[in-house]
């Protein structure tokens, strides 16, 4: 069965600092889908990136970036220079490549993530 | 670039009552999943649509139903109504493209039972 931890409920950070969510998942498929989406104060879940598991390559988006790595089954996101608006709850989600399914998203608990400051 | 629509925005209902919560997928998607989120909880995968044809089952209550119309909008229909359906409902739409694709979400039905 689809598995995703976050082992960090909650972080608190100064301003400037760099913070690293961690994520790391369990899964019987070879192929599958991870996902990082932001849910601010207001509520709402946005996108942020998604990764599929043939592509181990790191990507860096403006302050965000993301390691992937299948060997320890992880997909962790790092925040550069945090900054008071990144304050929110992050989820990591997984989805599978179904057979007959949908692609449902199995979400981790969320961290969420504090930038005083 | 256009978002979800989900309506209404925020609903109160008495215990026992129905509710009707709507969602307006992006347009030229044609893939429509519903999520509960409680209190301090991720969100729960509760069904899903394609093509109008329901594409999977989470763990939904049975006093919930759900269906997508023809113009891929879908409603989510809650009877009987518990204190625990307390929860955001949010909607997330995709379009099949042989692979996952990723799901948007709309902002959300708060739904507060008393």
């Not at chain 2, 006093?63 to 109504?81: I, K, T, V």
């Amino acid at each position: 069965a689809q598995k995703v931890t976050q082992a960090q409920t909650e972080i608190s950070v100064v301003e400037k600092e760099d913070v690293t969510l961690d994520c790391v998942y369990e899964t019987r498929d070879t192929t599958y889908y991870l996902f990082w989406y932001k849910q601010p104060p207001s509520g709402e879940l946005v996108f942020l990136i998604r990764r599929n598991s043939f592509d181990e390559q790191n990507e860096i988006s403006g302050r965000y970036s993301w390691n992937f790595q299948k060997s320890t089954s992880s997909f962790n996101f790092t925040i550069t220079a945090s900054q008071v608006v990144d304050s929110a709850v992050y989820f990591c989600a997984l989805s599978e490549t179904p057979q007959g399914g949908s692609e449902k998203l199995v979400f981790g608990k969320g961290t969420k993530l504090t930038v005083n400051p | 670039a256009a978002g979800v629509i989900q309506s209404p925005r925020h609903l109160i209902k008495e215990k026992r009552e129905t509710a009707t919560l709507k969602c307006y997928p992006i347009p030229r998607h044609d893939t429509v999943y519903w999520y509960q989120q409680g209190p301090g909880q991720d969100p729960q995968f509760l069904i899903s649509f394609y093509e109008k044809m329901q594409s999977d089952k989470g763990s939904i209550p049975d006093r919930f139903s759900a269906q997508q119309f023809s113009d891929y909008h879908s409603e989510l229909n809650m009877s009987s109504l518990e204190l625990g359906d307390s929860a955001l409902y949010f909607c997330a739409s995709s379009t099949p493209s042989g692979v996952t694709d990723t799901q948007y979400f709309g902002p959300g039905t708060r739904l507060t039972v008393l």
